[in-house]
């Protein structure tokens, strides 16, 4: 299988915005997760590849917005409002086939995940 890729990610101060993109192929589901030095992965936001679903978690609700593009075939996560608590490693992950039972924010449920980009946002 062909890895998600991932950019967009860089430094930015707080308040600030940006947008990160994931291309990837043939997946039912994709999601981002994070990880931040010392902590534990976790699930920020996913969507099912038709878009019609989608999750996130509570830390970015109202932040973060998760968007897919058919077209080129990559899913967008639009970060405004940035916090120094966001500061992490963000993975792209993505899993073919459905999932009866899925949990979204579970690392395990995803089969194939990207290198990471980095997010670094400072006070």
């Known amino acids: 299988e062909v890895r998600p890729v991932e950019s967009g990610g860089g430094s930015v101060q707080a308040g600030g915005s940006l947008r990160l993109s994931c291309t990837a192929s043939?997946?039912?589901?994709l999601a981002w997760f994070r990880q931040a030095p010392g902590k534990e992965r976790e699930g920020v936001a996913a969507?099912?590849?038709?878009?019609?679903?989608?999750y996130q978690a509570d830390p970015v609700n109202g932040r973060f917005t998760i968007s897919l593009d058919h077209a080129d075939n990559t899913v967008y996560l639009q970060m405004d409002n940035l916090k120094p608590e966001d500061t992490a490693i963000y993975y792209c992950?993505?899993?073919?086939?459905?999932?009866?039972?899925?949990?979204?924010?579970?690392?395990?449920?995803?089969?194939?995940w990207g290198q990471g980009t980095q997010v670094t946002v400072s006070s």
């Open positions: 992950a993505t899993r073919y086939g459905v999932l009866y039972g899925y949990i979204w924010y579970q690392p395990t449920t995803y089969n194939n």
């Open positions: 043939k997946y039912t589901y």
């Open positions: 969507i099912t590849s038709t878009g019609a679903r989608t």
